[in-house]
């Protein structure tokens, strides 16, 4: 094998949305295996947790689906897989969105982007895009610092039932290890905001072991852990009895792999680290 390089990072106007009628035609006439790609929204916790999901005449199947592409956030435990920050054209988001909702009685979106919100103007044009159609949505991926009560407020105006946090750590000293670039006390916020306003965000994004962690750092994750129960008034066992809390992996290409390589955790030559991998 020889490797000649990674290929060029396509520009926002050039990345396309699944083509489905693309995906039938792979599947030999077997089209009920494209089912697999849509789901009820009665299978989704974070859509039954919304009343608007049961209004008269909204499509019931749910799609996944990206609306920006790559992360602004340089964490020492992700893996970038291209470089940069990418939003999708409108005009194709909105003809994708058009034909989900006629041809595939889709009424709800997972929007799985690793950042969304951190280009502000364009989350609000998706938010009234997805709106305009009666599409409800839940976004994973979202940074604390991207969003404030005024966003919060708009993204449930126009259908946002569900917001997920990179939460990580209750330990600033962590969460500095981790260099997410932001305070204990922004996730709080973040968090306190969509409890106020009724956008379910479940605090699910724990993760231990990185390098540094003591029973000091552990400590401080349950705290965080408890002031959200507090909060929520949702007892903790109840939160977190079907969340596993989440362990560090080293990732090829992360900071977090490089330093095992130094500490001889990680084999040195090419068939110690094929082992490993």
């Given amino acids: 094998l020889k490797f000649s390089g990674f290929g060029q990072s396509l520009a926002g106007c050039h990345m396309v949305f699944p083509d489905f009628e693309y995906f039938r035609s792979g599947l030999q006439g077997n089209d009920e295996a494209l089912q697999n790609y849509f789901k009820p929204f009665n299978k989704h916790l974070s859509f039954v947790m919304d009343s608007r999901s049961f209004e008269k005449g909204r499509k019931p199947m749910v799609v996944n689906m990206f609306s920006s592409k790559s992360c602004v956030a340089k964490c020492t435990f992700c893996q970038r897989g291209s470089k940069g920050y990418f939003t999708y054209d409108l005009g194709k988001l909105e003809e994708y969105i058009n034909n989900l909702r006629d041809n595939y009685n889709v009424g709800f979106l997972n929007i799985d982007d690793e950042n969304f919100g951190s280009n502000k103007k364009y989350a609000y044009q998706v938010a009234e895009l997805l709106n305009k159609y009666n599409m409800l949505w839940s976004a994973q991926g979202v940074r604390c610092t991207s969003v404030n009560e005024a966003d919060v407020i708009h993204y449930k105006k126009n259908g946002c039932v569900k917001l997920v946090f990179?939460?990580?750590?209750?330990?600033?000293?962590?969460?500095?290890?981790?260099?997410?670039?932001?305070?204990?006390?922004?996730?709080?916020?973040?968090?306190?905001?969509?409890?106020?306003?009724?956008?379910?965000?479940?605090?699910?994004?724990?993760?231990?072991?990185?390098?540094?962690?003591?029973?000091?750092?552990?400590?401080?994750?349950?705290?965080?852990?408890?002031?959200?129960?507090?909060?929520?008034?949702?007892?903790?066992?109840?939160?977190?009895?079907?969340?596993?809390?989440?362990?560090?992996?080293?990732?090829?290409?992360?900071?977090?792999?490089?330093?095992?390589?130094?500490?001889?955790?990680?084999?040195?030559?090419?068939?110690?680290?094929?082992?490993?991998?």
Avoid: W
Avoid at 175 to 197: P, W
């Fill in 166 to 277: 990179g939460i990580e750590t209750g330990s600033q000293t962590m969460l500095d290890i981790m260099e997410k670039r932001f305070g204990v006390e922004d996730i709080k916020k973040a968090l306190f905001i969509c409890y106020k306003n009724g956008v379910f965000s479940p605090p699910n994004g724990f993760m231990l072991g990185m390098p540094g962690e003591n029973f000091k750092t552990v400590r401080e994750s349950g705290k965080l852990m408890g002031e959200i129960a507090a909060k929520m008034r949702v007892p903790l066992n109840l939160i977190y009895s079907y969340i596993d809390i989440l362990y560090a992996l080293p990732l090829c290409g992360t900071p977090l792999y490089e330093h095992g390589k130094q500490l001889g955790l990680i084999g040195q030559d090419e068939d110690d680290e094929e082992k490993f991998l």
